[in-house]
């Protein structure tokens, strides 16, 4: 593949021990691959230094310790954020999602109060907030989509009112792949006195995403070339100093009696229980991948492929592809007519193409779509144009098996 998009995904390619034989990976959205070195950063860890950390005085515990602050000094450049106290270290972006439901707006979503999602959330970003609704007689409201899957933004006006206390979006979505204008919605938000929280996982590994004027964000770190086990929630440091932890325990605490405790500083308040520290040194190794490669030129790349992939997707007949919006991440959802996607994905797969299936953990989306399910191929920066014109030759093949 010619260098047209400032990375040479070929090489980056080769630096992904998984994908060493011939296999098309085009699942990205739903995890990524990992290069050596978060592997080798992992395996050092574990072979040299492996202790539990901010406890013992020695010398492997404080190499330990150091390196796990250290990814939240990392973190927290990466995003944009004021300071590691901003980072809290969480298994993925579904559990930072809820420590903010359940320390955040249980104690300050209260009945007739409403919260604000749309369309087109993940589960993760939807099923917290009906929960915290049905727990506090507060509202779900919703912000629509229009037919090209963009959120339709004239109606925020009318839907954000004194009574919205959260409005939680997605930054892209994993099954239309529309970016979301955040600082416009974060801007009208504000004005009403709401907070807002960007379900940032299919943004923060595939272009240059900074917390801005956000209150809360979160993403996983296995998204982004990082280990699965390891995710972020940023907040903004005020709101964390009002909210009481999500876990009680060991590390959190400053002082115990056998009646009292009182909390740990930030962000160690919120990070109950020895931590994942090799989660945390592999999400460090996989930024400073990312910065190598450079996230300008991640975004670049996506563009390009994802165009290509939509132009040669198009020609196929019986192909329909979902959303068109103007501004797209790295995702292209489409069904074959007369193939279950699940039957399609099963054949890509006899010819190394991996690609989803299903309703992506976006039933209501998939629902308004008036389709079950569909399949979709996701890039990354080890993809090239020849991946997809693999998977074009597979859909060939497989039109043919099942004769339509
Ligand atoms: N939010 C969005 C927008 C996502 O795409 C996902 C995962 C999540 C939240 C949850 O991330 P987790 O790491 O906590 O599981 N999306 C997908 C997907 O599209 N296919 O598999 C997982």
Redesign the pocket.
Known sequence: MKRTTGIDARRIRSDFPILSGRMVYLDS???SQKPNKVIEAMNTYYKKYNANVHRGVYRISEEATEAYEAAHRKVADFIGAQSHEEIIFVR????AINLVAYSWALANVKKGDEILVTRME?H??LVPWQFVCKKTGAKLKFIEIDKNGELVYDDMGKLMTSRTKLVAV?H???VLGTVNDISRIIKEAHKVGARVLV?A??SVPHMPARVGDADFLVF?G??MCGPTGI?VLYAKRAHLEKMEPFLYGGDMISRVTYENAEWNALPWKFEAGTPNVAGAVGLAAAIGYLEGVGMENVRTHERMLTEYAIKKLSTIKGVTIYGRPRERGGVVAFNLAGVHPHDLASVLDDYNVCV?AGH??AQPLLNALGVGACARVSFYIYNTRDDVDALVVAIGKAKKVFGV
Request: aromatic fraction near 0%.
């Open positions: 959205a739903a995890t993925n972006a579904t559990e993940h993760s970003n997605t892209v979505s994993n379900d996982a299919q996983s296995h998204k995710g989803r992506h953990c």
